[in-house]
């Protein structure tokens, strides 16, 4: 008996051993992932510290009379862990797997292949910034402000319809006749012709011309769609200055809560009705929300930082449905006038409860 006890616990020192080795060896071992965490959350209505470390408002304005604000219009981030260098080991997605507030994602999904960490951060800062463009065109356009939105052609894709047609710098302002002051509106127009050919007015170095482009067409994913091979970017001339002072964050996903923020500015009143209020999404100039990535890692970001409401885009809802924190309300949006019609709720003690959230699709 004794040396069956002892050989079962020689056996179990071994395979105690042997699982320390393993978890040692997986704590060092790289993985094909990275975490994504909830990052730093941003009031809109506050401040933030500029390249000198000094703290100046996150929206300034200058042009037009500027009002008082209270409580909090939040723009939330995701922090990412890991990247191309460096994968987070095994046992770190491990511990991650375990907390909610965290997600393992492929590294593919957010470093893709041959894309340097500098060329991705290069790409975000890059979109924040026509982020910061599009949230201000949309909160004046909301305002009634001219925009003085201009449809710029950046280049013609090599060996497409425009290709020889467009050049870079002209400047599309019809298409068959109609007024262009989007780029999402001269696209819909081009899937609208259905494949005939489109007459394009432009400026090219201040002369007006025009120009007949046929678009081709494109099947993906069984969708089709026309293209005649331009990328583009929209021109804005504001009449009055805003600046939106925010260093070290990237990506698209804070246009809405700009936007809002630069409303509550240049309005009387809280907009919030004092309330802590956070929020995501993408936004044009025409006033629509996008979706975004990591929202999940943003709701839990916000309830932190102590938002009781969050305004998250319907085109995000499916990944909002069963991941709300405790302490917090989402309220899903799909326009600008939709966010500002809740917020009008929230700031008149209004029936929050019916307000719309993210709900399971009908069985």
């Known amino acids: 008996m004794d040396r069956t006890r002892s050989g079962k616990l020689g056996l179990g020192v071994w395979a105690l051993i042997v699982a320390l080795?393993?978890?040692?060896?997986?704590?060092?071992?790289?993985?094909?992932?990275?975490?994504?965490?909830?990052?730093?959350?941003?009031?809109t209505l506050g401040t933030a510290t500029d390249k000198d470390g000094?703290?100046?408002?996150?929206?300034?304005?200058?042009g037009a009379e500027t009002f008082e604000t209270a409580g909090t219009l939040d723009l939330t981030t995701v922090q990412v862990v890991g990247n191309r260098e460096r994968t987070p080991s095994w046992f770190e997605l491990a511990l991650a797997w375990m907390d909610s507030?965290?997600?393992?994602?492929?590294?593919?999904?957010?470093f893709p292949e041959g894309v340097t960490t500098e060329q991705r951060d290069e790409r975000n800062a890059s979109l924040m910034?026509?982020?910061?463009h599009e949230a201000t065109a949309a909160a004046l356009n909301e305002l009634g402000y001219d925009t003085g939105a201009q449809v710029v052609v950046v280049e013609a894709v090599a060996d497409s319809p425009a290709d020889g047609i467009l050049e870079a710098d002209d400047v599309i302002t019809a298409i068959d006749g109609t007024p262009v002051t989007a780029a999402t509106q001269l696209r819909e127009a081009i899937q609208d012709a259905g494949g005939d050919p489109v007459t394009l007015t432009l400026l090219r170095d201040g002369e007006e011309k025009t120009v007949e482009v046929t678009p081709e067409k494109s099947t993906e994913g069984g969708v089709t769609t026309w293209l005649i091979g331009i990328?583009?970017?929209t021109d804005y001339d504001f009449e009055i200055d805003v600046t939106i002072q925010l260093d070290n964050v990237g990506g698209p996903s804070a246009g809405m809560m700009f936007a809002l923020g630069i409303i509550d500015t240049l309005t009387e009143g809280e907009l919030n009705g004092g309330e802590n209020i956070a929020g995501t999404g993408t936004i044009d100039a025409a006033g629509t929300v996008g979706p975004i990535g990591g929202i999940r890692q943003k709701l839990y970001g916000a309830r932190d930082a102590g938002a009781e409401y969050f305004l998250a885009p319907e085109a995000n809802c499916d990944e909002v449905v069963g991941h709300v924190p405790d302490g917090l309300q989402v309220i899903r949006t799909a326009t600008l006038d939709e966010s500002l019609a809740a917020l009008e709720v929230i700031a008149d003690d209004g029936d929050v409860a019916a307000l719309p959230t993210c709900e399971l699709p009908a069985s």
């Open 21 to 43: 080795v393993a978890l040692v060896v997986l704590t060092f071992l790289p993985s094909p992932y990275v975490i994504q965490r909830p990052g730093p959350v941003y009031d």
């Open 54 to 62: 000094e703290k100046v408002p996150l929206i300034s304005v200058e």
């Open 129 to 132: 910034v026509d982020s910061q």
């Open 101 to 110: 507030s965290r997600a393992v994602v492929p590294l593919d999904s957010v």
């Open 231 to 233: 990328t583009l970017r």
